[in-house]
């Protein structure tokens, strides 16, 4: 018998079914969106609990005539499945396949690239308003998580849109967990409100407020927009879903299963790779418990990447010092000045493609006023199948830009602990980033810390006429290389120096001049863009001393890397082993 989802190719073709099948549609989704994640990784709770909602949106608006944006954007599986991308879901992720968020590239009915959260109601506000001045009489919906809504951009917009006479209706997508649990006042708000307890705050901004309604119950759903498609004015429908749902096991274990990799769908078995070793947020999250517990001034803070960056064990050990903010990036920055500037030690911990998010409070709350709030940047490099809107480029050149400011990179697990340990010492902001991945350790070390010299950089191997300078874990590329047998023969192995340095800023000026004198070529590694990077530091000082010899830049190219595996990226930008090497029998 063929399956309902086989008749789908299109929004247009889900309208010709009746309403009746739209439960049994749904199941097929879920059923569908199970088995292509069993065995090609992707983020799984968000799409299931949002099946329902999606085909009945679908179902009862005029896409992409009327506009529908996903906030945040790893919601919109079924919504990819329904809008011509059935064929293709099997290259979700994957080089040259369909990205996991929506990308307005891809598809007409992908309105708006929602790859980072709370950005919906801003740009639904914003599109509305283009939208009327060129007389059109569309509708505009956004979808929002819980979790997003209480971002302060989401609040800037909110408070935009109450004011205004625009017929947008905002979708709350309620289900109390983002990758985390959802925390502060906001969640117990919605908790009184699906009680009946609780007049909603929405209706203090202005906006019409309908709710609670079960997002799994098509007639709630379709009765809600019916009675909202006679508010012609902003409006909010509030619903109570469940993520993971169709699914018991990721309904059981929601921040597991958010994204869980591969897995056996029939036992829920997650697949674990061969010797994946200790990554560095399993080192670092063991870091922090032990210097928490060394160091009383010491705070963490983070964004709502709690257990991201392994700091579950750390909450649990020093409640009072550990502080989950919710995906509020600016506030997580500036609440760290705080408590800098009453004498605490702030860690604060967010991912590089989130730290974007609070330029102006690095600057103007933190860097101005010398505050020393440590910077722990997670997911530093490249990040593999999210993709360009989370890959942790720019972390470098944008801090090193920044006065006051320390910019530090670990080339191996001994680095990051020494460099972790470091910066609770200094009196001016501390950035260490590091990547995702293993460390290369099997297991946990005996943790020993050592203290650093701030901007003291590293002789590793000397050489005779060409120096590679590394700043990242991009190093112990180089150093495998350089102490094996990749290169053509002993005498260009020999010619070679490799020089590690631990800051971008400062710099070691001291060592630098010593290279300049001996080396005719310098060739830079990094594992950021290039363009005010590393790289651009070193060419920098070589101009102000000014060096007559040859600088070589490898770093990230001046454009978007797409999303694939870490290693096929490696390979495209020519930062993966055989590219290097290459290089290095060149010079």
Same mark, same amino acid.
């Given at each position: 018998m063929k399956?309902l989802?086989?008749?789908?190719?299109?929004?247009?073709?889900?309208?010709q079914l009746n309403k009746?099948?739209?439960p049994?549609l749904?199941?097929?989704?879920r059923?569908f969106?199970?088995?292509a994640?069993?065995?090609?990784p992707?983020h799984?709770g968000?799409?299931l609990g949002?099946v329902e909602?999606?085909v009945?949106l679908? #179902?009862?608006?005029?896409t992409?005539e009327?506009?529908l944006i996903w906030d945040?954007?790893?919601?919109c599986y079924?919504? =990819?499945?329904?809008?011509g991308?059935k064929?293709?879901?099997?290259?979700?992720?994957? /080089?040259n396949g369909?990205?996991?968020?929506?990308v307005?590239t891809?598809?007409?009915?992908d309105?708006?690239?929602?790859g980072?959260?709370s950005?919906?109601v801003?740009a639904?506000?914003g599109m509305?308003?283009?939208d009327l001045?060129?007389?059109?009489?569309?509708?505009?919906?956004?979808?929002i998580?819980?979790?997003?809504?209480?971002?302060?951009?989401?609040?800037e917009a909110l408070?935009?849109?109450?004011?205004?006479?625009?017929?947008?209706?905002?979708?709350?997508?309620?289900n109390?967990i983002g990758?985390?649990?959802?925390?502060?006042?906001?969640?117990?708000?919605f908790?009184?409100?699906?009680e009946? =307890?609780?007049?909603s705050v929405?209706?203090?901004f202005g906006?019409?407020?309908?709710?609670v309604?079960?997002?799994?119950?098509?007639d709630?759903?379709f009765?809600? +927009?019916?009675?909202?498609d006679?508010?012609h004015?902003?409006? !909010?429908?509030h619903i109570?879903t469940?993520k993971?749902k169709g699914?018991p096991t990721?309904e059981a274990?929601?921040v597991k299963?958010?994204?869980?990799?591969?897995?056996n769908?029939?036992?829920?078995?997650?697949?674990t790779k061969p010797?994946?070793?200790?990554?560095f947020?399993? !080192?670092?999250g063991?870091?922090v *418990?032990k /210097?928490?517990?060394?160091?009383?001034?010491?705070?963490v803070?983070?964004?709502a990447?709690?257990?991201?960056?392994?700091l579950t064990?750390a909450?649990?050990k020093?409640?009072?010092?550990?502080?989950?903010?919710?995906i509020?990036e600016?506030?997580?920055v500036?609440f760290?000045?705080?408590?800098?500037a009453?004498g605490l030690i702030?860690y604060c911990?967010?991912?590089?493609?989130?730290?974007?998010?609070a330029y102006?409070q690095?600057?103007?709350?933190?860097?101005l006023?010398?505050?020393p709030?440590v910077?722990?940047?997670?997911r530093?490099?490249?990040?593999?199948?999210?993709?360009a809107t989370h890959?942790g480029y720019?972390?470098t050149?944008f801090l090193?830009?920044?006065?006051?400011m320390?910019?530090s990179a670990p080339?191996?697990e001994?680095d990051?602990?020494?460099? +972790?340990y470091?910066?609770?010492?200094?009196e =001016?902001?501390?950035?260490?980033?590091?990547?995702r991945?293993n460390t290369?350790?099997k297991s946990l070390p005996?943790?020993n810390?050592?203290?650093?010299?701030?901007?003291?950089?590293?002789?590793?191997?000397?050489g005779?006429a060409?120096?590679?300078l590394?700043?990242?874990?991009?190093g112990k590329?180089?150093?495998k290389i350089?102490?094996?047998?990749a290169?053509?023969?002993e005498?260009?192995?020999?010619?070679i120096?490799?020089y590690k340095?631990?800051? *971008?800023k400062?710099l070691d000026?001291?060592?630098?001049d010593?290279?300049?004198?001996?080396y005719e070529? /310098?060739?830079t590694?990094?594992?950021?863009?290039?363009?005010?990077g590393?790289?651009d530091?070193?060419l920098? $000082?070589?101009?102000?001393?000014? $060096?007559?010899g040859?600088?070589?830049?490898?770093a #990230?190219?001046?454009?978007?890397v /797409?999303h694939?595996?870490?290693?096929?990226l490696e390979?495209?930008?020519?930062?993966?082993?055989?590219s290097?090497?290459? +290089?290095l029998?060149s010079?």
């Amino acid at each position: 018998m063929k399956l309902l989802i086989d008749k789908i190719d299109s929004p247009k073709d889900l309208r010709q079914l009746n309403k009746s099948e739209l439960p049994h549609l749904s199941h097929e989704i879920r059923e569908f969106i199970i088995e292509a994640l069993s065995v090609k990784p992707g983020h799984l709770g968000a799409g299931l609990g949002v099946v329902e909602l999606t085909v009945a949106l679908h #179902y009862h608006y005029q896409t992409p005539e009327d506009i529908l944006i996903w906030d945040v954007g790893h919601q919109c599986y079924p919504h =990819k499945i329904l809008t011509g991308r059935k064929n293709d879901f099997d290259t979700l992720r994957q /080089l040259n396949g369909i990205s996991g968020f929506p990308v307005r590239t891809e598809s007409s009915y992908d309105a708006f690239g929602t790859g980072h959260s709370s950005t919906s109601v801003s740009a639904i506000t914003g599109m509305a308003v283009a939208d009327l001045l060129h007389s059109k009489n569309n509708k505009h919906i956004a979808v929002i998580g819980d979790a997003s809504i209480v971002s302060g951009m989401s609040m800037e917009a909110l408070n935009h849109l109450g004011s205004t006479g625009l017929d947008v209706m905002i979708v709350l997508n309620d289900n109390s967990i983002g990758i985390d649990p959802s925390v502060g006042a906001m969640k117990e708000h919605f908790f009184q409100l699906h009680e009946g =307890k609780q007049h909603s705050v929405f209706e203090d901004f202005g906006i019409h407020y309908k709710g609670v309604v079960d997002g799994h119950d098509f007639d709630a759903l379709f009765d809600a +927009l019916d009675e909202l498609d006679q508010i012609h004015r902003p409006k !909010l429908l509030h619903i109570k879903t469940i993520k993971g749902k169709g699914y018991p096991t990721a309904e059981a274990n929601q921040v597991k299963w958010h994204s869980p990799g591969i897995f056996n769908k029939e036992t829920g078995e997650i697949t674990t790779k061969p010797d994946s070793g200790l990554s560095f947020q399993q !080192l670092f999250g063991t870091a922090v *418990c032990k /210097l928490m517990a060394e160091n009383k001034k010491m705070a963490v803070i983070t964004p709502a990447m709690l257990s991201g960056s392994h700091l579950t064990d750390a909450y649990q050990k020093f409640p009072d010092r550990v502080f989950d903010v919710g995906i509020a990036e600016q506030h997580a920055v500036t609440f760290s000045a705080g408590l800098a500037a009453r004498g605490l030690i702030p860690y604060c911990t967010l991912y590089s493609t989130f730290m974007q998010r609070a330029y102006d409070q690095l600057i103007h709350d933190v860097a101005l006023q010398q505050l020393p709030v440590v910077f722990c940047i997670d997911r530093a490099g490249l990040v593999g199948t999210d993709g360009a809107t989370h890959h942790g480029y720019f972390d470098t050149a944008f801090l090193r830009s920044i006065p006051n400011m320390l910019v530090s990179a670990p080339m191996d697990e001994t680095d990051f602990l020494n460099l +972790l340990y470091t910066a609770q010492f200094s009196e =001016k902001p501390f950035s260490v980033r590091f990547p995702r991945g293993n460390t290369g350790l099997k297991s946990l070390p005996v943790i020993n810390f050592n203290q650093l010299t701030v901007g003291k950089a590293e002789v590793l191997k000397e050489g005779k006429a060409a120096a590679v300078l590394t700043f990242g874990t991009i190093g112990k590329k180089i150093q495998k290389i350089l102490s094996g047998n990749a290169l053509k023969n002993e005498h260009q192995t020999e010619r070679i120096g490799h020089y590690k340095f631990l800051f *971008c800023k400062p710099l070691d000026t001291g060592l630098l001049d010593q290279i300049f004198e001996n080396y005719e070529t /310098l060739l830079t590694f990094e594992d950021g863009v290039m363009n005010g990077g590393f790289g651009d530091a070193i060419l920098q $000082y070589a101009a102000q001393k000014n $060096y007559k010899g040859k600088i070589i830049q490898k770093a #990230y190219p001046d454009s978007f890397v /797409l999303h694939a595996s870490i290693e096929e990226l490696e390979k495209l930008i020519g930062l993966d082993e055989q590219s290097i090497v290459q +290089l290095l029998n060149s010079v």
